[in-house]
């Protein structure tokens, strides 16, 4: 009975203070926006701990005690409004505030008015600010500004993060795809590369993306393969009464202006492919092998954007944005290449590729706000990212080949015809919940995601002699070169990816001084590959070529059986019936499965204004397992690998302001670092230069790497749009990941536990600062810069295993990490024209010398030497319509070099080429 009593008690007291609270909520829009509404701002009581900000739709809530207040609406570079207010019982009051900039404070004008605040630097530099994780933002005004067309060139503007020119590699304080995680809305987002564990960045055309964001510190929220960072997209949104844009742009590129471009036959102008169905077989037989004419080398870009929102009755809305784009490209690049492993075993002084790549977008996002506590977001995107690439080597007759038949210092010559088709939709519903007057808040996300990762019949022709192409004696010709059956080949590949992902996160405000965050994130991914090839056998030996540019007048229909045979190396059931023109089955094979369960508590912990300190804990169980059948492997081999591991890991996230406008930030946390299918599979992938397979052994005992983080951070917010931070950090990894140059005969490149451990240490300098403003205090010239150091460690040890590996050294700095890093932009944008704004960028970047792969044995480093890139952008608004825009990339043009250092001769280069400065014009209509 006494229990009951006072449970009773307890439920009238608590009935009673619930009573005894009021609440004010309302809109915050922007004058200087046309009053759009203003996410972000700050909305907190007088001489008190009680406050929020405003969502992205400008709305606030507040549960107070019955009282008198004054209530307080503040925004950086903003007139701070004060209110008095009182509080009665039970009763909810609306105040809507219009926020207006300080006397001689303006705001940056943004390209299009549709665009939200969110994507303002401002806006981002606030949330930046207000945020415990540390994490950097560059939104799609800035994008805008600085001419990037991608999410790529976003994330390398970003201090520590470095892109790898004329690859998708993205490295964060110098640590590669392998320690990097990509989502979209915080979901997850699928590889649409054998080699990648990420999504290849390029694929996001700035017209699809609000803000991307880098993490580099954790928190319990994200998965805990967590080393380097987190790349979020955050897709478009869009609230307005509509409006709808077309833009066009042409340019070309200074290297390709002139050149005969080639592509593959059989693939069409917008990059499809239309033979996936067809047996290979069947293909290798009825199509040729020469390429056909690609077109002028000019490229060519065209979108649509629209968006409308729909208002209802209940504060109801629905706002509706879509994207649709296309653009190709044309690169060519001339050089020298080589593949050499203890030796030179391939070079070619002499090489020639021609790249034709084209990129489809079609983005659609719905964003329902059922009321001002629940919001629905649908996004559904398509990709379709094609490359057609036609190399010659050896083009001069200068070619050597050390296994060469008739001549093994010159004459050797290799034509690589190849063409790759990635077909990715992403499908994403995400909610937010708003339960008791902002007392709880629901978050949560499903996604589903699938990958077509094509390679359809990749040509590859081999010569001997190809000098004597070259002498004009018709009596003289090359020889087609068949050591083995497949030096003269068709080669057909197939990935595979589906997943599904989610997250949720209740978020419990127990008091002003202490928020619970309960989460759960969890993931299925499977992959299937498989790739079979088709060699010519030519039966004269030394069977020679007239015309080395006609190709298919050797290999075709009518000489199939009489001057060559095709071989299949996996013969089709019975095998009987042999391997000799006939089909065949898949030559290698490879399906992996992973699965990610986990589930995390945080606690915001506020003691007072100026402390907020985070403790996290995440509880994960991660399961990964590998089959495969593949050529070339013991046969004594397992063929199956799996890992199942169970992974704790703490973090702490501090934040001490030390003004309004200055924090210091401290974070600690333990992650991991797990393995991806592509780094497990003993698969093998022979390129011209160079071949890169998998290594199962690395999920045996350990599967994984632990990896500590150490962050300090001081940040001062000089103004809305100025910024002044420096960090340091350092990292250690336990049993670290190399790609490794095996020192033989192969030079095959396979991945190594090579170490027990890898040192990270490195500081980070930040500035962002208006130079010029006019009488008004609008910005006219401002400038951006970023500076990083790193210095990096670890050591070696020999491996055996399946496959093994041995170290003439102990130690060596880590794969991927370049010690210095360097962004910088300069924006001119003067204000004195009515109806025209022009805004001029100039922005550079630079990263020094760092390893792609480790040398083995006797074996020197394989060194990616350090690029500088300058990129000149004007973009010119006229009137409310139309917008004009030039460009020019690229202008420095550097070598993009790669070298193999300490071999027996020195330093030898394996690849040079320069990419060429792209010029480009382009036209914007708003509707």
């Known amino acids: 009975m006494k229990k009951i009593v006072l449970i009773l008690i307890l439920a009238v007291s608590q009935f009673s203070f619930a009573q005894s609270k009021g609440s004010v909520k ?123 067309s991608d999410a790529a060139g976003a994330v390398a503007k970003i201090s520590g993060v470095s892109k790898q020119e004329g ?247 290799q034509m690589n015809v190849q063409y790759n088709q990635d077909l ?96 759960y994130n969890g993931r299925i991914k499977t992959r299937d590959f498989t790739n079979i090839r088709y060699g010519y056998d030519f039966i004269n030996t030394n069977q020679e070529i007239t015309d080395v540019n006609n190709i298919n007048s050797i290999i075709n229909i009518n000489n199939f059986g009489n001057l060559y045979n095709t071989e299949v190396f996996n013969a089709i059931d019975p095998p009987t019936l042999g391997s000799t023109n006939l089909p065949g089955l898949d030559e290698n094979t490879y399906s992996g499965e992973l699965r990610v369960y986990a589930g995390y508590v945080s606690a915001a912990i506020t003691p007072n204004e100026k402390w907020t300190i985070v403790p996290g804990v995440r509880l994960e169980s991660f399961n990964q397992d590998i089959s495969y059948d593949v050529i070339n492997i013991n046969p004594n081999d397992a063929k199956f690998r799996e890992a199942n591991e169970t992974f704790i890991l703490p973090s702490l996230n501090t934040k001490y302001a030390l003004t309004d406008n200055q924090n210091l930030r401290f974070t600690f946390s333990k992650t991991v670092s797990v393995t991806e299918f592509k780094e497990v599979t003993p698969f093998l992938y022979e390129g011209i230069g160079e071949s890169v397979g998998g290594n199962p052994d690395l999920l045996n005992d350990p599967s994984f790497s632990e990896v500590y983080n150490l962050d300090l951070k001081y940040e001062w917010f000089i103004t809305r749009d100025e910024l002044l931070s420096f960090s340091a950090f350092t990292k250690q990894i336990h049993n670290p990941i190399n790609l490794v140059v095996a020192n033989d005969a192969s030079g095959n490149q396979r ?12 500081v980070e300098l930040e500035a962002r600062k208006n130079l010029i403003l006019n009488e008004d205090e609008q910005t006219q010239l401002s400038a951006g810069f970023n500076f990083t150091y790193m210095h990096t460690k670890q050591d070696l040890k020999n491996v055996s295993g399946l496959y093994s590996v041995s170290f003439n050294r102990t130690s060596d700095e880590l794969q991927g990490a370049s010690p210095i890093l360097v962004n910088a932009n300069i924006n001119y944008s003067p204000t004195n024209f009515e109806n025209y704004k022009p805004i001029a960028s100039l922005v550079f970047s630079y990263f020094s010398d760092r390893i792609d792969a480790l040398g083995s044995g006797q074996l020197g480093n394989i060194i990616e030497k350090g690029i500088p890139v300058l990129d000149f952008v004007w973009k010119n608004k006229i009137g409310e319509d139309w917008e004009l825009n030039l460009s020019a990339k690229n202008l420095l043009d550097p070598s993009i070099k790669r070298i193999r250092e300490n071999t027996s001769i020195g330093d030898v280069t394996l690849s040079e080429y320069k990419l060429g400065m792209n010029l480009g014009l382009g036209l914007t209509y708003k509707f």
């Open 26 to 148: 309302g809109l915050l829009t922007d004058k200087e926006m046309n009053n759009e509404a203003l996410p972000f701002a700050n909305v907190f009581i007088k001489g008190s701990t009680i406050g929020t900000t405003s969502d992205i739709d400008g709305l606030y809530s507040l549960s107070i005690a019955e009282g008198n207040y004054t209530i307080v609406f503040s925004f950086i570079g903003y007139k701070t409004i004060e209110k008095p207010l009182i509080i009665k019982a039970g009763e909810t009051i609306t105040i809507n505030q219009l926020m207006s900039a300080e006397e001689g404070v303006a705001l940056d004008e943004i390209e299009v008015k549709a665009v939200t605040t969110r994507e303002k630097a401002s806006a981002l530099l606030l949330d930046q600010k207000k945020a415990v994780v540390i994490k950097e933002s560059i939104g799609a005004e800035e994008l805008a500004t600085k001419g990037i």
């Open 167 to 413: 690859s998708s590699n993205v490295y964060v304080r110098g640590l590669g795809d392998r320690y990097l995680n990509t989502t979209m809305n915080g979901l997850s987002l699928p590889s649409n590369d054998i080699n990648k564990k990420n999504i290849n960045l390029n694929l996001f055309p700035s017209d699809i993306i609000q803000n991307v964001s880098i993490s580099k510190a954790y928190s319990s929220n994200f998965y805990g393969d967590f080393a380097a960072g987190n790349v979020d997209i955050t897709s478009k949104e869009y609230k307005g009464n509509g409006f709808l844009t077309a833009n066009i742009s042409s340019g070309i590129n200074t290297r390709a202006a002139g050149e005969n471009f080639k592509k593959s036959e059989g693939t069409g102008y917008f990059g499809y492919y239309n033979r996936f169905k067809h047996n290979p077989f069947a293909v290798v037989l009825s199509h040729g092998i020469d390429p056909v004419d690609a077109g002028e080398p000019i490229n060519t870009s065209i979108g649509i954007n629209a968006g409308k929102s729909f208002d209802f009755e209940n504060e109801s809305r629905l706002s509706l944005f879509g994207t649709v784009s296309f653009e190709r490209d044309f690169k060519y690049r001339e050089g020298p290449l080589v593949n050499y492993t203890n030796v030179a075993k391939k070079e070619f002084p002499n090489a020639k590729e021609y790249e034709y790549s084209t990129a489809t977008t079609a983005m659609a996002s719905a964003i329902y706000r059922i009321n001002n506590d629940h919001k629905l977001k649908y996004t559904s995107l398509f990709l379709n990212n094609s490359s057609d690439e036609v190399g010659y080597y050896g083009t001069e007759g200068l070619g050597k080949n050390r296994d060469a038949q008739l001549d093994t210092d010159k004459g050797f010559y």
């Open 424 to 519: 990715i939709f992403v499908n994403q519903l995400v909610g937010e919940h708003t339960i008791e007057e902002d007392k709880l808040k629901l978050t949560w996300g499903i996604g589903y995601n699938n990958v077509f990762a094509h390679e359809p019949d990749r040509k590859r022709i081999s010569l001997e002699n190809y000098h004597l192409a070259l002498d004009n004696d018709p009596n003289t010709n090359p020889s087609f070169y068949n050591n083995i059956v497949f030096d003269n080949q068709r080669y057909f590949q197939k990935i595979i990816d589906e997943e599904l992902n989610s997250r949720i996160n209740l978020e419990y405000k127990a008091s002003d001084k202490l928020t619970w965050n309960f989460g």
């Open 751 to 762: 991945y190594f536990r090579s170490g027990d451990k890898a040192e990270v240490y490195g």
